[in-house]
């Protein structure tokens, strides 16, 4: 069935550091591929997303690109801020239906040092 | 404008009780779903509406969960008997169905249910 694997946290890195999350995905035909951030004492919310092969989804200086041929969807950000410290969750749903659940990775815990 | 609302934000409940988590989705949302995140991992999908029909309930753990939709707008999730392993965020999320690719879903505060 479909899965996402992510990196586990928790990753702390300092201020104004280059960000890399991976997250590599198993799915049958085309799914959307998303990054969802959830900031502490907050709800889940949807970072960026890419709905086919090569897309590129880019939110808040985030990005991600969909690449089908090694199965990834990595996050990056090139530099870092207090305020990014959050869990960040991949996720895909989905190939051929219009709303379908989302299968979600296990979370990575982000700490930014000042 | 609002986003989506659930409620209590809060709940603790003695092994063996029943309770009941309610979703007020985005006016105008055809879809809405239910996700169990336990602590530390994330959110599971448990069950699928499209207006009122229950499409897919195939992540619902056990006989003891059941969610409702009656009028196609506020859902209502029930666990009877709640046991110690049901502790988790409740997360409810809506989409706007389009035609096209899979829709964003906008995902509510989560109730946390504690079973004591």
């Known amino acids: 069935g479909n899965s996402v694997t992510q990196m586990e946290g928790p990753v702390t890195l300092s201020e104004e550091a280059f960000l890399t999350i991976n997250c590599t995905y198993t799915?049958?035909?085309?799914?959307?591929l998303f990054w969802y951030v959830q900031y502490p004492g907050e709800g889940l919310q949807l970072l960026l997303k890419?709905?086919?092969?090569?897309d590129k989804g880019s939110n808040k200086g985030f990005e991600a690109t969909y690449r089908k041929e090694t199965t990834s969807f990595h996050l990056e950000k090139g530099s870092v801020q207090v305020s990014d410290s959050a869990v960040y969750f991949c996720?895909?749903?989905?190939?051929?239906?219009?709303?379908?659940?989302?299968?979600f990775g296990s979370g990575t815990r982000l700490s930014i040092r000042p | 404008g609002a986003g989506v609302s659930q409620s209590p934000r809060y709940k603790v409940a003695k092994r063996g009780q029943d309770v009941a988590l309610r979703c007020d989705p985005i006016?105008?949302?055809?879809?809405l779903f239910w996700y169990q995140q336990a602590l530390g991992q994330g959110p599971e999908f448990l069950t699928y509406?499209?207006?009122?029909?229950?499409?897919?309930k195939s992540g619902l753990p056990s006989d003891r969960f059941f969610a409702e939709r009656p009028e196609g707008s506020v859902s209502t999730l029930k666990i009877q008997r709640t046991q110690q392993e049901d502790s988790a965020v409740y997360l409810c999320?809506?989409?706007?169905?389009?035609?096209?690719?899979?829709?964003?879903?906008?995902f509510g505060p989560g109730t946390r249910l504690t079973v004591l």
């Open positions: 999320a809506s989409s706007l169905v389009s035609s096209g690719s899979p829709d964003t879903q906008y």
């Open positions: 799915a049958t035909g085309y799914p959307s």
């Open positions: 890419a709905t086919k092969a090569d």
């Open positions: 996720a895909l749903s989905g190939s051929y239906s219009s709303a379908s659940k989302i299968i």
């Open positions: 006016s105008g949302h055809v879809s």
């Open positions: 509406f499209q207006n009122e029909a229950q499409l897919d």
